[in-house]
Structures are given as C-alpha cells and as structure tokens.
T-cell receptor, first 111, second 115 residues
Framework: SQQGEEDPQALSIQEGENATMNCSYK?????LQWYRQNSGRGLVHLIL?????REKHSGRLRVTLDTSKKSSSLLITASRAADTASYFC???????????FGAGTTVTVRA | DTGVSQNPRHKITKRGQNVTFRCDPI?????LYWYRQTLGQGPEFLTY????????KSRLLSDRFSAERPKGSFSTLEIQRTEQGDSAMYLC?????????????FGPGTRLTVL
C-alpha cells in the first residue's frame, strides 16, 4: 500500500523558478528519501533525511522534515529544463527496510 | 547509471507464458529489493533479500511469482502463467545495509507487456 502522498500531483514552472512539492505520510518513519524518475526510466536517488533531522541540503535541493506533522517538502531552486521529471518521496520504518512510495509529483520546467 | 543493471529492459509475452527477469546489484550491497510500478503510480514493494535469504514478501507476490538470489549476488524474478494484470515496470534496487541510511539504488527496470 502507498504510505506517502505527494502534493501537488503536477507542477509547471518557468526555467529559473523554484519548485516546491510536499509529501505526507501516515505512520512513524525511520528515514524519508526523495527520488527522481524521468519518463519510463529507473529512479535516481536524490536525498535521504533521517527522522531526527529537520533539514538537509544537496546542491540545488533542500529537504525539510516535520515528524510532528508527518510531512516533508522538497525544494528545487533555480530550476532547469533537465529537472523535468516525476518526483517521489519514499519512507521506511525502524527495522523495516522496504520503501513505501507515494504516487509522485510530475514537474515540467518550461524553457 | 546507478550501478544496478537489469535484463531484459523490455519483455513482451503472451498471456500464460512464463517470464524471468534478472537483476545485478551493486557488488558490495547485501540487500536487494524488487518493486513493481504501474503507470502513474509509485513503485510498490514486492520482496527483498539480505544476502541470499529472502526476508520479506508482499501480499502482491502471488504464488505465480518467485524470486531467488543464489549466492547472494544477482537475483531473478520469475512470473509463471502471466496475466494481463502483470503488465508493469519491474524495478530492482540494492542497498548497503549495516548502519547505512537505507539509500536504495535502482536499476533501469524491466518493462513487461502481457498481450
């Protein structure tokens, strides 16, 4: 079953703008990860944030985690056409390594 | 390229036929996972191995599905008597295990079409 839920389902922005998407989940987690998937391809790991962390950065990516609200956000700054993809959040639980994914946010970056 | 490879990349088969997919994980990773993804959805967990031991299977994995990981290296996923509902992308992932953060690295997937 899908544990996470991304919002919005789709997002269209101009190149250079920032893109923000949110993920909510239902049960307590150990880690939360964000992945990118280009059309019809495999998933690329972007960033992992542990349940005891609140914010993490990697290049143009910023992830926040609020365990009290069971939610996370992914911010992509200064978007590029190459950022066009679907973005998924995935959670795992303590001593349970399988990932539970949401349905994803489809991001389109217009040139 | 994440270092996880899957073969074949595409498979078209007729209903009722058996199919087998292969996954080669990153060599030092001891955990290997199979997921299934249908159009417009996120991946759903099927099963996972720690070394050669299959530790968990999803209820999605009916008795027509079997997975193996002999010698804790590559893994195979076999679907017997395929049905049209089996059409999906089958994704393999691997992770290092231990005290790592459970980052899972995915292969390119095998897209199965059952006619």
């Amino acid at each position: 079953s899908q544990q996470g839920e991304e919002d919005p389902q789709a997002l269209s922005i101009q190149e250079g703008e920032n893109a923000t998407m949110n993920c909510s989940y239902k049960t307590s987690i150990n880690n939360l990860q964000w992945y990118r998937q280009n059309s019809g391809r495999g998933l690329v790991h972007l960033i992992l944030i542990r349940s005891n962390e609140r914010e993490k950065h990697s290049g143009r990516l910023r992830v926040t985690l609020d365990t009290s609200k069971k939610s996370s956000s992914l911010l992509i700054t200064a978007s590029r056409a190459a950022d066009t993809a679907s973005y998924f959040c995935a959670t795992d639980r303590s001593n349970d390594y399988k990932l539970s994914f949401g349905a994803g946010t489809t991001v389109t970056v217009r040139a | 390229d994440t270092g996880v490879s899957q073969n074949p990349r595409h498979k078209i088969t007729k209903r009722g036929q058996n199919v087998t997919f292969r996954c080669d994980p990153i060599s030092e990773h001891n955990r290997l996972y199979w997921y299934r993804q249908t159009l417009g959805q996120g991946p759903e967990f099927l099963t996972y191995f720690q070394n050669e031991a299959q530790l968990e299977k999803s209820r999605l994995l009916s008795d027509r599905f079997s997975a193996e990981r002999p010698k804790g290296s590559f893994s195979t996923l076999e679907i017997q008597r395929t049905e049209q509902g089996d059409s999906a992308m089958y994704l393999c992932a691997s992770s290092l295990g231990g005290r790592g953060g459970n980052e899972q690295f995915f292969g390119p997937g095998t897209r199965l079409t059952v006619l």
